[in-house]
């Protein structure tokens, strides 16, 4: 059984940063790519960042580089978002993701994960 639990999220001001986490509960963490995702009401869900297994390849989404980062730490089973200067258009809940099956690359659609946590709200006011 695998469970994801994200934390961090909250209500800040733009510009302001936090940091994201995401606790699994799973077997051998360290073959799993991981995700983050963001969705707003009313529209799709969207990538954000993502991570493959060794930490060795990243992928991020174009309105977040430079100011998102995505890391994980394998002996602790946690993948983290950090976030710098926080824009209003920000404000989403932030779903972490896990693929269980190898690939090489970091997908950025949601149907290529198999496992989702169940959120956690960022709020970024102007």
């Known amino acids: 059984q695998v469970q994801l639990v994200e934390s961090g999220g909250g209500l800040v001001q733009a510009g302001d940063s936090l940091r994201l986490s995401c606790a699994a509960s799973?077997?051998?963490?360290?073959?799993?790519?991981m995700g983050w995702f963001r969705q707003t009401p009313g529209k799709e869900r969207e990538f954000v960042a993502g991570?493959?297994?060794?930490?060795?390849?990243?992928n991020y989404a174009d309105a977040v580089k430079g100011r998102f980062t995505i890391s994980r730490d394998n002996t602790k089973t946690i993948v983290y978002l950090q976030i710098n200067s926080l824009k209003p258009e920000d404000t989403a809940a932030y779903y972490c993701?896990?693929?269980?099956?190898?690939?090489?690359?970091?997908?950025?659609?949601?149907?290529?994960?198999?496992?989702w946590g169940q959120g956690t709200q960022v709020t970024v006011s102007s």
């Open positions: 993701a896990l693929r269980r099956r190898l690939i090489v690359t970091v997908p950025i659609m949601p149907n290529e994960y198999e496992y």
């Open positions: 799973v077997g051998p963490f360290s073959t799993y790519t």
């Open positions: 991570i493959t297994w060794n930490g060795g390849r990243t």
